[in-house]
């Protein structure tokens, strides 16, 4: 279970994620992130250890075909990534991790993210054995962005990245209120309680 870090009023620990994925949620075009684990994840699997991170965008990976095309414009012209720095405009906040395994039961929640089928049914068919975990979140938007350098350790195919220095929150405003995301919550969580896992034959 993550490290609850609810009082922190500065954050320095980040998730790496597609930039346009970043704008949706800090938009509230969506609340929710598909996970699994990376190469260079300890165990090779992912894992949420902080309730609260910065977003951290990126283009590694990032594929236009992923995305539904009214997004894939949005992908184009991201200026939060450059060659030595990065633009941490926004944070997140976890309030629960659903284990999937199942891209057709995903599927019905199409209408919850910017995502195409392609990209579900890829990040649920990478090591099969192991669900993905969709992750319900909270996004906030920094009273100022922040400009940071790109280390070392920030490159490679991993999900979690320290940051220095750490990055004040207060003042932050949310991208959805309390009831719409509720809301949207519950649409997700009561579609994925009516849609049954399946079992996949030989595992």
């Known amino acids: 279970m993550y490290r609850d870090v609810i009082a922190t009023r500065a954050l320095n620990i980040a998730l790496k994620e597609w930039s346009v994925t970043i704008d949706a949620l800090a938009a509230g075009d969506q609340i929710m992130l598909l996970r699994k684990g990376g190469i260079r994840e300890t165990n090779r699997h992912f894992e949420v250890a ?39 405009t926004a944070w997140a906040e976890v309030h629960d991790v659903l284990e999937v395994g199942d891209a057709e039961r995903l599927g019905k ?42 280390e070392a350790h920030h490159k490679g195919c991993k999900s979690w ?3 220095e220095p750490t ?37």
């Open 109 to 150: 929640l199409a209408d919850a993210h910017i995502w195409t089928d392609e990209f579900v049914a890829k990040r649920i068919d990478w090591k099969p054995r192991h669900p993905a975990s969709l992750i319900l979140l909270k996004t906030y938007a920094l009273p100022k962005p922040a400009q940071v350098p790109i």
């Open 167 to 203: 990055i004040e929150i207060s003042g932050s405003t949310p991208a959805l209120t309390d009831d719409d995301w509720a809301i949207r919550a519950r649409d997700i969580t009561r579609t994925l309680a009516e849609t049954p896992e399946k079992v996949m034959a030989g595992l």
């Open 50 to 88: 902080d309730r609260r991170f910065l977003l951290y965008p990126t283009h590694f990976h990032e594929a236009h075909r992923m995305l539904k095309p009214q997004f894939r414009h949005d992908s184009e012209v991201s200026e939060t990534v450059t060659d030595d720095s990065v633009k941490i």
């Open 161 to 163: 990245v320290d940051i």
